[in-house]
């Protein structure tokens, strides 16, 4: 796609979906937007290519780009931005940056360290798939996919999440687990190995078992007894408290539940997908624009923290969804919250050179970690959820 193109298509869908979900972008011009976003995305281009470091989030008010390593969970989406963007616009200058970035997260698809190989290595190098058709790419998803399988205990039916918090958990999956399992469909539709899936399959059933609530709100971490599966304890890391709803893991459970559907069509995850879908879409703590607060809960709303990365997971997932239900007010929610973003409120302001496109995330309230600021994965959802609205509007 040339770039007029991608330039039209993006104010047309900005467009329809503040019409048609009767937002008011609160914003100079749709095409003033679209400018001011295409501004942010050459500036991915600027960002050196550094073997030992990729950027991860940024203090607001330091301007400081905290830097990461390719052991830090969020490794492989730097390189997924820039081949979604080759995707949307074209321009090989992307394509070629993606191509230096997508090695750097390759050490970790033999890192059995947590369950983020998934997110490490299919980021990165199953946007790489989506673009060439390559072997090498294809051998470092099922490479990861065995690894990661390493961490599944058939007892407790589930991948462990994490190594840390010893004395405190036994078990420990968290619901971002769901987000993991992409790798391991992919990996055994390229190998032919159905290993891969079988793994996925009944972690997403023991997920479904024990990680959610009569109101279709889910638990952050589930501990289990490694040697009977019983779950020891039903509790939180990020959210405000085991009770409450942090919101990026209501994000996750719609999306991972949305995709575990794609490869098994098992109508159970169907239907949890729309059940937290509800419940997201129609709380009485979500702000008009639909952007959430960090956690349904926190009693300091509506002067809490809000996060983009959960209201663009969200995005991605209800296309998705829509694709699969037809149901309008999952393609009407998306559309809000897309035409909520591309707003000068939540992109970042251009005069800040920095490779992220939105501020106002959330990553690790509780340890007072990225509060409020531009994180990559919102970036990453974002663009994988106009590349899909473009589908389905260009298919209409
Ligand atoms: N562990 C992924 C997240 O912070 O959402």
New binding site residues.
């Given amino acids: 796609m040339n770039k007029v193109s991608f330039i039209l298509i993006l104010g047309f869908a900005s467009l329809a979906t503040a019409c048609k979900s009767g937002v008011n972008p609160q914003t100079k011009s749709t095409t003033a937007t679209n400018n001011l976003l295409e501004t942010r995305y050459k500036m991915l281009l600027d960002y050196p290519v550094d073997s030992m470091s990729m950027p991860r989030s940024m203090n607001i008010k330091t301007l400081e780009i905290r830097k990461v390593p390719s052991r830090d969970?969020t490794s492989g989406f730097f390189a997924g931005n820039l081949w979604q963007l080759y995707r949307l616009t074209g321009d090989s200058k992307y394509k070629e940056q993606a191509q230096k970035w997508t090695p750097f997260s390759k050490k970790e698809s033999v890192n059995s360290n947590s369950h983020d190989v998934g997110f490490k290595v299919f980021c990165s190098f199953g946007e790489a798939l989506k673009v060439e058709n390559k072997k090498d790419y294809e051998a470092v998803i099922v490479k990861g996919a065995e690894t990661l399988c390493t961490r599944f205990n058939p007892k407790v039916g589930s991948i462990r999440s994490w190594d840390f918090n010893k004395e405190i958990w036994d078990y420990p999956v968290i619901i971002?687990n769901m987000m993991n399992l992409e790798l391991l469909f992919e990996a055994s539709k390229i190998s032919g190995n159905p290993k891969y899936r079988d793994v996925a399959v009944k972690h997403a059933n023991t997920t479904l078992k024990n990680q959610f609530r009569e109101d279709n709100s889910c638990y952050h971490v589930i501990d289990y007894n490694p040697n009977t599966g019983e779950v020891r304890k039903k509790t939180t890391l990020?959210g405000y408290n085991d009770d409450s709803v942090w919101a990026?893991g209501q994000a996750w459970a719609v999306y991972g539940f949305t995709m575990s559907y794609r490869y098994t069509k098992d109508p159970a995850y169907l239907k949890q997908a729309e059940g937290t879908a509800k419940f997201f879409m129609t709380n009485k703590n979500l702000p008009e624009d639909g952007i959430p607060y960090w956690d349904f809960k926190d009693p300091s709303i509506p002067n809490a923290a809000r996060d983009v990365s959960a209201a663009m997971v969200m995005a991605s997932a209800l296309y998705e969804l829509y694709g699969y239900t037809q149901n309008n007010s999952y393609l009407a929610f998306a559309d809000k919250l897309m035409a909520s973003v591309q707003t000068d409120k939540y992109v970042l302001d251009t005069k800040i050179k920095a490779p992220f496109l939105f501020d106002h995330s959330t990553?690790n309230w509780p340890k007072h970690d990225e509060i409020d600021e531009p994180i990559i994965y919102a970036d990453y959802y974002f663009l994988e959820a106009l590349i899909k609205v473009q589908r389905l509007k260009g298919s209409k």
């Fill in positions: 969970w971002d990020q990026r990553g």
